[in-house]
C-alpha cells in the first residue's frame, strides 16, 4: 500500500485492511471510510439519544473514540473500530445488476450491504481478516465450500437427510473459517452461499445454520448444547401455535459431541429452503429497506403506492404477531428474521425464521431458557417488532409518518396488549449497552409512534 494512504486510515483495523487489499479494491475502500466512519457514528449518536447510557461529552470524532468515553469500553471500541473498517469494505462491492423482483432468495440476502441499521457493530466480524469478509461476507456474494466433517462421536435429532452421510457416518457441515480455526478433518464439500446471518448458508435443498466462534455484530456466533437439542421440538411447538405466517421449520441438528455433551463450537441447524410461490419474490424486509451501495433509493420506495403497502403489510403481519403474544409467545420478529413474499410488488405471505430466540410463558415441554413473564414477553415483541421492523418500514416509505402509523394502528386486533401498544412508551432493545454489559436487563425506551 502506498505511504500516503496510511494518513487516511485512523485506527489498526483500518490500516490493516487497507493493507491487505489491492488496486481498485484497495481504492474504493480508502475512498468509503469517511462515509462508513460516519454511518456508524450515526448509530453511537442514536445510542446516546434513547439508550440508558452513561453520559458523554462529546459525539463527533471517529466513532471508536467515542465510545471510549464510557466506562470499561475497551472492547467496544475494537469492535466499533472493525465496524467501520468492514462497513467500507461492503460498499467496494459492486451493485447487483439483477432487477429487483426478479432476483433469488439468495441475492436478496446478499444485498444488505450496511448490516444492522441501528447497530454501532453492524459490520463487526472480530477476528475476521480483510480476505475474511471477501471470502465469507454475503455482501461480497462468494460462494463457500462447507467442509463435511465425518462426525463419529455425535448427537443428532430430527430428520437428518441420508445425502449428509457415509454409510453410518453423519457428515457434519462446517464452516471453512470454522474448519481451519478447529483443525477438523474434512472428507468432501458442499458448495454453499452466505445469506444475511453470514453463518447461515443456502445449499442445496437446506438452509445451513453453522457455528462460527467469532464475534459479528452482537454476539459470538456458536450453537449451545441446549439449542442443538432441543431445535426441532421448538419448531415442532410452533408449527402447532403459530397461525397466520408460514415457518421455515428446523429440520434437523446434530453436534459434535465433546465431553459427552453437544459441542456449541461444532453444531448446526438445518432448515428446509423455503419454496418459491409462482410469480413471488422471496425476501427477508430487511432487503426493502435497505439503501443500495450507489445511493439510490430503497428498493421499497419503487413498489408503489406506500400507503396501500403498509396497509396490505400490515394486514398480513400485526393479528398473528399480537395474537401469538396473548396466547404467551413472542417471536424475534426483525427485518432478518421475517421474510416477506412479493407478487408484482405486493405483500402476500410472510415466513418467519430462526427459531432459536423465540420466548414463551413458562410450559413444561419447552426448555427453562425460553420461558419468560408476560412482561418479558410483550417487551421482546414490541422491541422487535415494533420499534425496529415497522420503525424500519415507517421512516423508509415516503409518506406522512403519522399517517402510517394510523394504518398500523388501524389493523391490531382487540388483545390484552393492545393498550399498552397504543400508550406507553415503546421498548427498543439497547444495544449498545448490551455490549458495554452482557448483563443488562435494562430496556431502552422510544416515545410511543401511536401518539404522535
Known amino acids: ?26 481504492e474504493r475502500f480508502l475512498a468509503a471510510l469517511p462515509a462508513a466512519r460516519e454511518a456508524v457514528l450515526q448509530r453511537v449518536r442514536r445510542a446516546v439519544d434513547v439508550e440508558p447510557l452513561p453520559a458523554v461529552e462529546r459525539t463527533d470524532g471517529h466513532p471508536a473514540d467515542v465510545v471510549r468515553q ?107 473459517w470454522q474448519a481451519t480455526r478447529k483443525e477438523v478433518h474434512s472428507i468432501g464439500t458442499l458448495d454453499a452461499s452466505p445469506l444475511m446471518a453470514l453463518r447461515t448458508l443456502s445449499a442445496g435443498a437446506w438452509h445451513v445454520k453453522t457455528t462460527l466462534s467469532a464475534q459479528i455484530t452482537s454476539a459470538v456466533r456458536d450453537i449451545s448444547a441446549s439449542s442443538i437439542t432441543t431445535a426441532t421440538t421448538v419448531s415442532d ?58 445511493g439510490a433509493k430503497p428498493p421499497i420506495c419503487h413498489l408503489g403506492d406506500p400507503v396501500q403497502w403498509l396497509t396490505e403489510f400490515a394486514e398480513l403481519a400485526v393479528p398473528p404477531i399480537m395474537t401469538l403474544l396473548a396466547r404467551g409467545v413472542a417471536l424475534e420478529a426483525h427485518e432478518q428474521n421475517l421474510l416477506v413474499g412479493l407478487t408484482n410488488g405486493r405483500p ?41 421492523t415497522l420503525t424500519g418500514l415507517v421512516t423508509t416509505l415516503e409518506a406522512p409518518t403519522a399517517e402510517l402509523w394510523q394504518v398500523i394502528a388501524g389493523t391490531l386486533p ?28 435494562q430496556w431502552a425506551h422510544l416515545p410511543n409512534p401511536f401518539k404522535s
Open 348 to 388: 402476500t405471505r410472510l415466513v418467519y425464521r430462526d427459531l432459536a430466540d423465540i420466548r414463551v410463558s413458562p410450559r413444561p415441554d419447552l426448555p427453562d431458557r425460553l420461558h419468560a413473564d408476560q412482561e418479558a414477553l410483550r417487551a421482546k415483541t414490541f422491541a422487535t417488532f415494533f420499534a425496529t
Open 414 to 441: 382487540d388483545t390484552p396488549d393492545r393498550h399498552a401498544l397504543l400508550h406507553d412508551p415503546i421498548p427498543a432493545k439497547p444495544l449498545t449497552l448490551m455490549r458495554l454489559d452482557p448483563a443488562t436487563k
Open 70 to 176: 464510557w466506562p470499561n469500553s475497551e472492547r467496544l471500541a475494537r469492535e466499533v473500530a472493525h465496524s467501520v473498517a468492514g462497513l467500507a469494505l461492503a460498499r467496494t462491492a459492486k451493485p447487483l445488476a439483477t432487477p429487483f423482483l426478479d432476483r433469488t432468495l439468495e441475492e436478496h440476502e446478499q444485498s444488505v450491504v450496511d448490516g444492522h441499521p441501528l447497530h454501532p457493530c453492524c459490520r463487526n466480524r472480530t477476528g475476521f481478516t480483510a480476505q475474511d469478509h471477501l471470502d465469507y461476507g454475503p455482501e461480497h456474494r462468494p460462494r463457500t465450500a462447507l467442509r463435511l466433517h465425518p462426525a463419529d462421536d455425535h448427537v443428532v435429532f430430527g430428520d437428518w437427510p441420508e445425502e449428509l452421510r457415509d454409510g453410518r457416518t453423519l457428515l457434519l457441515p462446517v464452516h471453512p
Open 1 to 26: 500500500m502506498c505511504q500516503d494512504h496510511v494518513i487516511l486510515t485512523q485506527t489498526q483495523v483500518e490500516t490493516e485492511f487497507a493493507a491487505a487489499l489491492e488496486g481498485e479494491r484497495a
Open 237 to 294: 411447538f410452533l408449527e402447532r401455535t403459530v397461525e397466520g405466517i408460514e415457518l421455515q421449520r428446523n429440520r434437523a441438528s446434530a453436534a459434535v459431541r465433546t465431553n459427552g455433551e453437544p459441542d456449541r463450537e461444532l453444531g448446526v441447524i438445518l432448515r428446509d429452503k423455503p419454496a418459491i410461490r409462482p410469480n413471488e419474490t422471496l425476501l427477508p424486509l430487511a432487503a426493502l429497506t435497505a439503501r443500495p451501495v450507489d
